[in-house]
């Protein structure tokens, strides 16, 4: 079963042409992973489908649903979450706040405190699975890189997503965080959720994804489990560089 | 908690501040000298509820808005043009000339609010420009330059018994306007709104449907701010286009907002307090010159070097320095509660990184 499907994306910024006709679906409740050189298109495509960036052409969907020219909030709505490459919190905010931000309520709820004791034991559970509880009433611009990572990640998940596309979650991240953060996505990706990993750590990618999609010039040369993957000339010339 | 105990000696500190503000401010009709001074009271606390009202855009969302000059105009002249022609009682037509701008507030949102930056604050300062240009032309309506008289509410009042009736008119305005602002501040609505100024696409990301937040947040900014320019025509009774729609005046209102602090729902007030006043004090000193704006400048300039968060935040800062710190993002732990953590970590040998 697909969840998230693109269909003949096309997105150019002046005579560049980033993402080329880009078909490509991922699976529900996989762990996927798109992989490809630096400027392939990974992160324009991530835009794209968010709704940050409006495409030239093609068409988005997700669990069926037509999500192309909706804004981003709705996309987030409809159950899509996100990181950001150059990881971006809210730097002037405490921890737990930060958190807090990504609950979604509606109507008269909007009136009701902030900390609620529901979403404060929430927030402070993602914060404890994530190993920065202790850091809950710290403004986050004095996190470290790692530990703004983590933050991040923390405030998706409280957004409650079924799918969560991650944009480079080790980079500038030491190796145990990377194990912490792999670890992670194998249990909730357990849990039900579905996962679309932009990553260059190969390791990584590897150890954690059930379908890979490698990106060449704004469109995928190949698909396929880890160990076609690895073993695929294509990629082999276009990315790994063996 | 730690934060707990950190935070007394500032929130004492403004507890006290706050009664005390209270109590002058409710004696203030009755230790003023004479009506000049308590004019200029009214004046002062003018200045606070209408950076009070800009602060509901400004302090949460991040936007600077040069353009409430022209919001509190049109609330002085709906006030006045529905009492004048529309032959309302003066209060009705106070609230209904308030959500008159608050629904004007709509469409100028929805256009102004589409941009960020610096190109919002150009925005701002075209709609005082309009506005000023059309209740200037439209004479026979508005009574042009030749200004538009409100008659008084209380027409057997006395000049001074007038001001002091005001006078508690205009600081119940702030405690209402002071009163939602902090209900929006503790609110999830305001969460978002905060999210908003500290990172927009970020907020969006994670489903805050930030452009109806900022459209929500600006017509009640809006409301509040025709309140006050309302109020203000019918205390003062006349109005003349060139002072009620006065990029000045939007000006005043940031300069304040910023010199107090943003971040806080005291800020404009206690900008209000020491630029209002420096301001009225400076008209005293030196007529019409236009020192008084010189001084102004100076004094933003100042602020903004070595206050950059406004005076409140600097404030508290320095009421801090006084009580044993535990902000740092290392945590010091005990080795029992290391032996502890090991234990519970067990297999999976990952190494806490505290400092990543």
């Known amino acids: ?242 | 908690m730690p934060s707990a105990s950190r935070a007394q000696p500032a929130r004492i500190a403004g507890g006290v501040a706050v009664l005390a503000f209270a109590a002058v401010a409710l004696a203030f009709p009755s230790i003023a000298p004479n009506p000049y001074i308590l004019s200029v009271g009214i004046v002062v606390l003018n200045y606070a509820v209408l950076s009070t009202s800009w602060n509901f855009v400004g302090g949460f969302t991040g936007y600077i808005s040069l353009g409430h000059g022209a919001l509190a105009g049109l609330g002085a002249y709906s006030t006045g043009l529905l009492v004048t022609k529309g032959g309302l009682p003066s209060f009705v037509a106070l609230g209904v000339g308030a959500l008159l701008v608050a629904a004007i507030a709509v469409p100028i949102g929805y256009a102004a609010l589409r941009v960020r930056g610096a190109s919002f604050v150009i925005v701002s300062i075209a709609l005082v420009l309009i506005t000023l240009l059309v209740f200037q032309s439209w004479a026979s309506f508005t009574g042009g330059s030749r200004g538009l008289n409100v008659p008084r509410p209380f027409p057997g009042l006395l000049r001074p018994e007038h001001h002091r009736v005001f006078f508690y008119l205009f600081l119940a305005l702030l405690a209402l306007a002071l009163l939602v602002w902090w209900l929006i501040d503790r609110s999830r609505f305001g969460l978002g709104l905060k999210a908003i100024r500290e990172d927009e696409d970020k907020a969006e990301a994670l489903g805050t449907p930030t452009f109806a937040y900022k459209l929500v947040v600006f017509v009640v900014s809006a409301f509040f701010t025709g309140l006050a320019g309302g109020l203000y025509a019918l205390w003062f009774g006349d109005l003349d286009p060139i002072f009620q729609f006065s990029i000045l005046t939007g000006s005043y209102m940031v300069l304040m907002a910023l010199l107090g602090g943003v971040r806080n729902l005291f800020g404009p007030l206690v900008g209000a307090l020491v630029v209002g006043s420096a301001l009225e004090y400076f008209k005293v000193e030196f007529g019409n010159s236009p020192l008084h704006l010189v001084a102004t400048g100076v004094l933003l300039a100042l602020v903004v070097l070595f206050m950059p968060d406004g005076v409140l935040p600097a404030l508290g800062a320095l009421l801090r320095r006084f009580s044993p710190t535990t902000d740092s993002s290392i945590r010091e732990v005990t080795a029992a509660e290391l032996a502890a953590e090991r234990a519970t970590i067990g297999g999976e040998q990952h190494a806490q990184p505290r400092n990543g």
Request: contains cysteine.
């Open chain 1, 1 to 242: 079963m697909h969840s998230l499907e693109t269909v003949e994306l096309t997105k150019a910024f002046g005579g560049n042409l980033v993402l080329d006709k880009t078909s490509v679906s991922f699976q529900h409740g996989k762990v996927n992973a798109l992989i490809g050189p630096n400027g392939s298109g990974k992160t324009t495509f991530f835009n794209c489908v968010t709704g940050l960036i409006r495409p030239d052409s093609g068409r988005v969907s997700y669990a069926g649903a037509d999500i192309t020219r909706r804004t981003p909030h709705a996309i987030a709505r409809a159950g899509l979450g996100r990181t950001f490459q150059l990881c971006r919190v809210f730097p002037r905010m405490t921890v737990l706040d930060n958190v807090l931000a990504a609950t979604r309520p509606r109507g008269a709820n909007l009136l009701r405190g902030a900390r609620g004791r529901a979403e404060t034991d929430r927030a402070r559970g993602w914060l404890t699975k994530l190993g920065i509880e202790h850091l809950a009433g710290i403004e986050a611009r004095n996190l470290s890189w790692g530990q703004q990572k983590l933050l991040e990640l923390a405030g998706v998940l409280m957004s409650e997503p079924e799918t969560v596309l991650l944009d480079e979650p080790a980079g500038g991240v030491n190796p145990a965080l990377l194990d912490r953060i792999g670890g992670l996505v194998r249990d909730l990706n357990a849990e039900g959720r579905t996962f679309v990993i932009v990553e260059h750590n190969m390791d990584l990618v590897m150890s954690i994804s059930d379908h890979i999609v490698v990106f060449d010039r704004g469109r995928p040369i190949a698909e396929g489990p880890p160990s076609m993957i690895r073993t695929d000339e294509r990629v082999l010339g276009a990315y790994l560089g063996v």
